[in-house]
């Protein structure tokens, strides 16, 4: 069936890096644009970056731009997300989200806490 | 960046009784391809969100026909006839016709 699983979380200290990654299957990832949408601890979803399905296209929030990149290898079926110098505010759960437009399908998500 | 309203912020409903969410963008979500990106997701507790809605009213696969999107340019609205036990959580509207994609503040709907 359609799945995407993302790893990568953890514990990091503010000023480092991390990378996420999210594995699909059940679908060609190559055919659908991706993005990733994280939530902060008891608050709501914010939406973080989106590549486009042939990789044309990527758009970040302002928040994260020049600080995080997101990344496909389609021939891995594996979606990623580059975060360098991480703030406390980063903290939250980061969920792989399937299409463009429509956000059809939602990982699990990993969870990622930045504390010193 | 579009920012999207919604309203209530908390709906308590009586099980068996409608229930409406209302969700405002601050400018018209018309692409230019002539879609509308507007979605709608539903978030239990503890688990990742699910879409009801894509593209205002275009009903995603399994979700119960009690549920009806509607909408056009800046107003939307999210409708279930029948509240039952399992549509406790928040719901949230979402854009995709402008980037940075936005989402709406979240609506929790308990049950009185």
């Known amino acids: 069936q359609v799945q995407m699983v993302e790893s990568g979380g953890g514990v990091v200290q503010p000023g480092r890096s991390l990378r996420l990654s999210c594995a699909a299957s059940?679908?060609?990832?190559?055919?659908?644009?991706m993005h990733w949408v994280r939530q902060a601890p008891g608050k709501g979803l914010e939406w973080v970056a989106v590549i486009w399905y042939d990789g044309s296209k990527r758009y970040y929030a302002d928040s994260v731009r020049g600080r995080f990149t997101i990344s496909r290898d389609d021939s891995k079926s594996t979606l990623s997300l580059q975060m360098d110098s991480l703030r406390v505010e980063d903290t939250g759960v980061y969920y792989c989200?399937?299409?463009?437009?429509?956000?059809?399908?939602w990982g699990q998500g990993t969870t990622v806490a930045v504390s010193s | 960046e579009i920012v999207m309203t919604q309203s209530p912020l908390s709906s308590p409903v009586t099980l068996g009784q409608p229930a409406s969410i209302s969700c405002r963008s601050s400018q018209s979500l018309v692409h230019s391809d002539g879609n509308t990106y507007l979605s709608w997701l539903h978030q239990r507790p503890g688990q990742p969100p699910r879409l009801l809605f894509y593209?205002?009213?275009d009903r995603f696969s399994g979700v119960p026909d009690r549920f009806t999107g509607s909408g056009a340019g800046t107003d939307f609205t999210l409708k279930i006839s029948r509240v039952e036990v399992e549509d406790v959580g928040i719901y949230y509207c979402?854009?995709?016709?402008?980037?940075?994609?936005?989402f709406g503040q979240g609506t929790r709907l308990e049950i009185k």
């Open positions: 593209k205002v009213s």
């Open positions: 979402m854009q995709a016709t402008q980037y940075p994609s936005t």
């Open positions: 059940g679908f060609a990832l190559r055919d659908y644009g």
């Open positions: 989200v399937r299409d463009c437009y429509r956000m059809d399908v």
